[in-house]
């Protein structure tokens, strides 16, 4: 009943550094009393200015503490898991007492509290008041989003004409006043209700004078734009799958119910790969790269929090395996997923994991990608035996594969990197933006997998 999880993992649980270290400290029994686990949960009672009740969840890792901390997971919630890691045999198996069962129970109604909502979408008992109820709340709907529709196409006329505009005018004084242009542009868009094309605009105002060829990379990232634009103005004419991609982008969410009932689930042996946060506008974007074990499906696990100190709701065993329900959003090429229910608990990555054997096989996966969707932002990359490069005193580095292609890694030093491999080939694994390769981690010969830059709290 030993809980197999990675130093690499914890880590990445932990909200910050401060409350790993607090919880390493706690990972002494003299601090605990009442111990105990079974097959569903850990949980014990940690004396501190009080005496805290404290429980984790075994298989969605999730916790729950009485201390008044607003960090999740806490430092007695990490406590408790560093001590279960390093002293298993602390923690007697016996039966829950009934706080913890009572926190299990409250966990697993909210957990499946959206589920029941989805296999109930029609009105409750067949009730003719319910349903001239249910049919005025969706005319109500209907109703709104064609009025948002009208709003959008209005925006997106005045969209092209400002892009018409920038492209006349050209791209050679791309900066200052014009810059400050292209951000009221991306706040008329909002004040349209289309953040995501906002959101998109405001990114490429990071591009001018980054690189000797930004001219070239930010009119190619302008032409999506306008694509995305003539997209939705005839999105009769796409495939539905299509369709949901472009409103996805043009940032018209799919209701909670709506995904559940018409998002594709998969079942799988999943492996927890990576993490990178990044802030986008006024949120805190967190992305967790999974990849299915059987089924070889990639999914980018999207999570968003207003603030960098804000927790994020779910918490990912990143170097670990486990089975697991995913629901993907509905689209031509799904990518985006949602982890519906843990099905086992985690256990440590095997010691290889597939992944492509040269660049061009990669960047044939992507191009397949974006010819049936086009505004995908981001892709996993796990190669085989890849090397890093430096050059130039370590102001440019490269990822070389095995057929001495090379592909550019993400500006920064990656001196770690380059210390895992020792000068011999690994198991790379990163995120790629199109231009570049953002390190997540490594599968290293001698030390296995390493998270190379673990996620940022």
Not at 30 to 45: I, N, P
Not at 96 to 123: D, F, K, M, N, Y
Not at 174 to 201: C, F, K, N, Y
Not at 353 to 372: D, M, Q, Y
């Amino acid at each position: 009943m030993e809980l197999v999880l990675t130093p690499e993992t914890l880590a990445a649980l932990a909200p910050d550094e401060q409350v790993m270290k607090a919880g390493q400290k706690l990972a002494d029994q003299r601090h605990w009393q009442s111990l105990g686990q079974d097959e569903e949960a850990l949980w014990g009672e940690c004396q501190g200015s009080a005496l805290y009740r404290v429980c984790v969840d075994r298989r969605s890792l999730k916790t729950s503490c009485s201390c008044p901390s607003r960090k999740t997971p806490c430092k007695h919630s990490i406590g408790l898991l560093c001590l279960a890691i390093s002293e298993a045999d602390r923690l007697p198996a016996t039966k829950a007492p009934e706080w913890v069962e009572a926190w299990l129970q409250r966990h697993a109604a909210s957990s499946t509290r959206q589920s029941g909502a989805q296999r109930q979408s029609a009105p409750a008992n067949g009730e003719k008041g319910g349903t001239a109820s249910a049919e005025q709340e969706q005319r109500g709907r209907q109703q709104r989003m064609q009025r948002r529709q009208q709003r959008m196409l209005r925006g997106l006329e005045r969209f092209d004409l400002w892009l018409s505009d920038v492209l006349r005018n050209g791209l050679a004084d791309v900066q200052g006043e014009m810059l400050r242009q292209w951000e009221q542009e991306a706040a008329a868009l909002d004040d349209a209700q289309i953040p995501g094309l906002a959101s998109r605009l405001r990114t490429l105002t990071t591009v001018p004078y980054s690189r000797p060829d930004w001219p070239a990379a930010l009119l190619r990232q302008l032409g999506r734009l306008a694509l995305l634009s003539e997209a939705f103005r005839h999105l009769e004419r796409l495939d539905s799958g299509l369709q949901e991609d472009v409103r996805q982008a043009l940032g018209l969410s799919l209701p909670a119910e709506e995904l559940l009932t018409r998002g594709e689930r998969v079942r799988d042996r999943w492996l927890f790969l990576g993490q990178r946060l990044e802030q986008r506008d006024q949120l805190w974007q967190q992305r967790t790269w999974v990849l299915g074990q059987q089924t070889g499906r990639q999914a980018l696990l999207l999570q968003f929090a207003p603030g960098k100190q804000q927790a994020f709701t779910e918490q990912y065993p990143l170097g670990c395996e486990q089975e697991a329900e995913l629901l993907f959003w509905p689209g031509a090429y799904p990518q985006r997923a949602r982890l519906l229910e843990h099905l086992s608990p985690a256990t440590p990555l095997p010691s290889s994991i597939p992944g492509t054997a040269s660049f061009a096989e990669f960047l044939e996966t992507v191009a397949r990608a974006l010819a049936r969707q086009p505004w995908l932002e981001h892709f996993l990359c796990i190669l085989q035996e890849a090397l890093p490069v430096c050059l130039d005193d370590g102001q440019q580095w490269y990822l070389r594969d095995r057929h001495g292609q090379a592909l550019p890694l993400s500006h920064g030093s990656h001196w770690q990197l380059l210390a895992f491999s020792g000068g011999y080939p690994l198991t790379f694994i990163g995120e790629w933006n199109g231009e570049e390769l953002f390190p997540l981690a490594v599968l290293a010969p001698i030390e296995g997998f390493c998270l190379l830059q673990p996620p940022q709290k």
